[in-house]
């Protein structure tokens, strides 16, 4: 089994900035890519931001706004929040595809989501 771990949520005001992480654990023998996804309330979960392979991938509501990055010794990804505005709130989620062994095919992993609140 494989757990991601999210950690960083929180409030902040308009304008400020906010940093999450989120730890993958198990049994991994490879991740391809990691990303974070987040549903407000009454919404359907979206995509924020994907990195595979260096390359990054951002939804345009967050673009020049949102980096992530990733450790890839420490199987971890971030995301770097910067001038958050209140559509920002919502539960933000961290999703990985992991190849548990070598031959085995690639499973999808989310983590149980940290509540981002931005004031207005």
């Known amino acids: 089994q494989v757990q991601l771990v999210e950690s960083g949520g929180g409030l902040v005001q308009a304008g400020g900035s906010l940093g999450l992480s989120c730890a993958a654990s198990?049994?991994?023998?490879?991740?391809?890519?990691m990303g974070w996804y987040r549903q407000a309330p009454g919404k359907q979960r979206e995509l924020v931001a994907t990195?595979?392979?260096?390359?990054?991938n951002y939804a345009d509501s967050v673009k020049g706004r949102f980096t992530i990055s990733r450790d890839f010794a420490k199987n971890t990804v971030f995301l770097q929040m910067n001038s958050l505005h209140p559509e920002d709130t919502a539960v933000y989620y961290c999703?990985?595809?992991?190849?548990?062994?070598?031959?085995?095919?690639?499973?999808?992993?989310w983590g149980q989501g940290t509540q981002v609140t931005v004031s207005s």
């Open positions: 198990g049994s991994i023998y490879s991740i391809n890519a």
């Open positions: 990195i595979n392979n260096g390359i990054t």
């Open positions: 999703n990985a595809n992991v190849k548990p062994r070598a031959l085995a095919l690639i499973n999808t992993y």
